[in-house]
């Protein structure tokens, strides 16, 4: 059963780098797709971005270019880099196994289907 | 402003039926494979309903979806008060090259 735990820090100052990792157990990180996704308080929930083993990504063009992801194979480890918070930054933050993905062929890009499993999710505050 | 449009809150009776509507168009749910999740304080969120009308892994077959055009819908059947949940609907977005939600909503189990 493959289990997803997030760590990072709980609280950063504005203007700060967001740095994130998720932990995969109970199988390889390779062959699969992997994302993030956040909850503000009280709103809803904002997709991210993923990225394959191969450290191929697509990123929620949302974010401007803030969003960097990586993976370490090694470690069965993926992180996320998200520059220059703000307080719009707060929010839990999961990180997902992103699976049915297909090609789409009109724009090119692989198309996630579904997200499952899901980490517990950590709370990032950024606040002065 | 979410892309996929769903109702904020709903609330029946343990034991009654209830369906969670999403609302999207050509370019996301149109084309597109739609889930489901069930988000609970102090727990990961899951996975209920995969490829429109799927099942996931261990989950009771009183949740059931569907879609339609450019809607979908997830189906409860036998309310409980462990029901009690934020429902969220997902999708790709093929003009944002993106995974778009809806803005949840939130069941209470009366």
């Known amino acids: 059963q493959v289990q997803l735990q997030e760590s990072g820090p709980g609280l950063m100052k504005p203007s700060e780098t967001l740095s994130l990792t998720c932990t995969v157990s109970?199988?390889?990180?390779?062959?699969?797709?992997w994302g993030w996704i956040r909850q503000p308080p009280g709103k809803g929930l904002e997709w991210i971005g993923y990225?394959?083993?191969?450290?191929?990504?697509t990123y929620n063009p949302s974010l401007f270019g803030r969003v960097t992801m990586s993976v370490d194979t090694s470690k069965n480890q993926f992180s996320l880099k998200v520059a220059s918070v703000t307080a719009a930054d707060t929010a839990v933050y999961y990180c997902?196994?992103?699976?049915?993905?297909?090609?789409?062929?009109?724009?090119?890009?692989?198309?996630?289907?579904?997200?499952?499993?899901w980490g517990l999710g950590t709370l990032v505050t950024v606040s002065s | 402003q979410s892309v996929l449009t769903q109702s904020p809150s709903m609330s029946a009776a343990t034991g009654q039926k209830v369906t969670i509507s999403c609302s999207g168009s050509s370019s996301n749910i149109g084309n597109n494979f739609v889930s489901w999740y069930q988000l609970v304080p102090r727990a990961a969120p899951k996975l209920l309903i995969y490829d429109n009308d799927k099942r996931a892994s261990g989950i009771t077959d009183r949740f059931s979806g569907s879609k339609s055009g450019t809607s979908a819908t997830l189906g409860i059947t036998g309310l409980q008060t462990g029901d009690e949940a934020d429902y969220f609907c997902a999708t790709w977005e093929s003009s944002l090259s993106a995974v778009v939600f809806g803005g949840g909503t939130k069941l209470t189990v009366l």
């Open positions: 997902v196994r992103h699976l049915g993905v297909r090609y789409d062929n009109i724009w090119g890009t692989y198309r996630p289907s579904w997200s499952d499993p």
């Open positions: 109970g199988d390889s990180i390779s062959n699969y797709y």
């Open positions: 990225i394959y083993y191969t450290g191929d990504a």
